[in-house]
């Protein structure tokens, strides 16, 4: 039956089975995880959900231009309702200013929409965020009111990459490679050195038990600079930042799209992640991902999000415990291959979560 109001989801068997089976929360399974050890019992992964989701899950619906701080409870009491361990959050709002699209553009646009930087002379009228201004105010306000057991993931505001590719637009970048590269690199820098300053800040709260860094670096069939560019401009600072993290005594977890068969080796032994995040079955299946990397590298999440989108509850059930009896668990954590936006039928969702809580 068609859903008759599209901002109210749908629910079913499988969201009634998830309530029913949710269990105290405890951070320490999913660090078992991250240490590419198998948990107590079966343990979720998600990078986010959605408001309408945290809504259902809490009973208290988002208002528009609430305060972030009551929006962020919401979120970890609905990731606390449907059985995760932990809710990822934004350590503060610091951001990287970029250029207002024009009025009227649909939500997909173009990677070129945001840029401020085209050249050497913009760079000198950049404003530039200070970090340490923002503070911490998201991790302070949850933190001491999460539930027994559960801890905080803190994310960033987009990664290097992400942040260059929004300062100076994506075909302008490629350009620069070529024209400017000196440009290049004092933009990556720019922005590297102060998500280096977030994570020093947010991996040593008291309320963090890991941070992830979460920066596309593909597409379908590659990543979206040469392998030799990221390793001049993107990954050293990557290096740096999972060296704060894990100097902090927590675990870094790289989300990352794309296909990345080119530079995991340099995820792995050179940069130093414990986990890596996103997954898409048009590039690998993560039941072959696990095959390969799994005794180097966590696996997290990775049911496909069209996959969860056009299988039925009862397939996405299926492959859900057949990838739990797969792994056994052992360094591995059930989840969707990106995140769950609104366009993911909640029951579909609802249904791989049943099977780990039921698991």
């Given at each position: 039956?068609?859903?008759p109001?599209p901002?109210?989801?749908?629910?079913g068997?499988?969201f009634e089975?998830m309530?029913?089976?949710t269990?105290?929360?405890?951070?320490?399974?999913l660090?078992?995880?991250?240490?590419?050890k198998?948990?107590?019992r079966?343990?979720?992964f998600?990078?986010?959900?959605n408001d309408?989701l945290?809504?259902?899950?809490?009973?208290?619906p988002?208002?528009?231009?609430?305060?972030?701080?009551?929006?962020?409870?919401?979120i970890?009491?609905?990731?606390?309702r449907?059985?995760?361990?932990?809710?990822?959050?934004?350590?503060?709002?610091?951001e990287?200013?970029?250029?207002?699209?024009e009025?009227?553009?649909?939500?997909?646009?173009?990677?070129?929409?945001f840029?401020?930087?085209?050249?050497?002379?913009?760079?000198?009228?950049?404003?530039?965020?200070?970090v340490?201004?923002?503070?911490?105010?998201?991790?302070?306000a949850?933190?001491p009111?999460l539930?027994?057991?559960?801890?905080m993931i803190?994310?960033?505001?987009?990664g290097?990459?992400?942040?260059v590719?929004?300062?100076?637009?994506?075909?302008?970048?490629?350009?620069?490679?070529?024209?400017?590269?000196?440009?290049?690199?004092?933009?990556?820098?720019?922005?590297?050195?102060?998500?280096?300053?977030?994570?020093?800040l947010?991996?040593?709260?008291?309320?963090v038990?890991?941070?992830?860094v979460?920066?596309?670096?593909?597409?379908?069939?590659?990543t979206l600079?040469?392998?030799?560019?990221?390793?001049?401009?993107?990954?050293?600072?990557?290096?740096?930042?999972?060296?704060v993290?894990?100097?902090?005594?927590?675990?870094?977890?790289?989300?990352?799209?794309g296909?990345?068969?080119?530079?995991?080796?340099?995820?792995?032994?050179?940069?130093?992640?414990d986990?890596?995040?996103?997954?898409e079955?048009?590039?690998?299946p993560v039941?072959?991902v696990?095959?390969?990397?799994?005794?180097?590298?966590?696996?997290?999440?990775?049911?496909d999000v069209?996959?969860?989108?056009?299988?039925?509850?009862?397939?996405v059930?299926?492959?859900?415990r057949?990838?739990?009896e797969?792994?056994?668990?052992?360094?591995?954590?059930?989840?969707?291959?990106n995140?769950?936006?609104y366009?993911?039928?909640?029951?579909?969702?609802?249904a791989?979560?049943?099977?780990a809580?039921e698991n």
């Open positions: 039956m068609e859903n109001n901002s109210v989801p749908s629910t068997p499988y089975r309530l029913a089976a269990r105290k929360p405890d951070f320490g399974q660090l078992r995880v991250l240490a590419r198998a948990p107590d079966s343990t979720l998600e990078f986010f959900l309408d945290y809504g259902l899950l809490t009973g208290d988002p208002v528009k231009g609430e305060d972030g701080t009551v929006r962020s409870l919401r970890a009491r609905a990731y606390a449907a059985g995760y361990d932990y809710v990822t959050l934004h350590a503060s709002s610091v990287f200013p970029t250029a207002t699209p009025k009227g553009q649909l939500k997909s646009v173009s990677m070129n929409t840029a401020k930087i085209h050249e050497r002379a913009d760079l000198a009228t950049y404003a530039w965020p200070d340490d201004a923002f503070g911490t105010p998201n991790l302070d949850v933190g009111r539930p027994e057991g559960m801890k803190a994310y960033g505001p987009g290097v990459l992400e942040n590719t929004y300062i100076m637009g994506y075909e302008n970048l490629c350009l620069q490679l070529a024209d400017d590269p000196e440009l290049v690199a004092e933009v990556a820098d720019g922005v590297g050195s102060r998500l280096l300053r977030y994570y020093e947010a991996a040593v709260h008291p309320g038990g890991a941070c992830i979460n920066d596309d670096w593909g597409f379908h069939t590659q600079l040469s392998a030799a560019d990221l390793r001049t401009y993107i990954t050293p600072w990557h290096k740096k930042m999972v060296q993290i894990h100097a902090a005594g927590k675990p870094a977890i790289l989300h990352s799209c296909q990345l068969e080119s530079v995991m080796d340099d995820i792995i032994d050179d940069i130093g992640f986990a890596k995040h996103s997954f079955d048009a590039i690998l039941e072959r696990y095959d390969r990397y799994a005794s180097r590298i966590a696996i997290l999440g990775g049911l069209d996959f969860l989108c056009r299988a039925t509850p009862d397939a059930y299926d492959r859900a057949r990838m739990l797969k792994t056994g668990c052992k360094g591995y954590a059930l989840g969707s291959g995140s769950i936006p366009y993911v039928p909640v029951e579909g969702w609802a791989m979560v049943c099977a809580l």
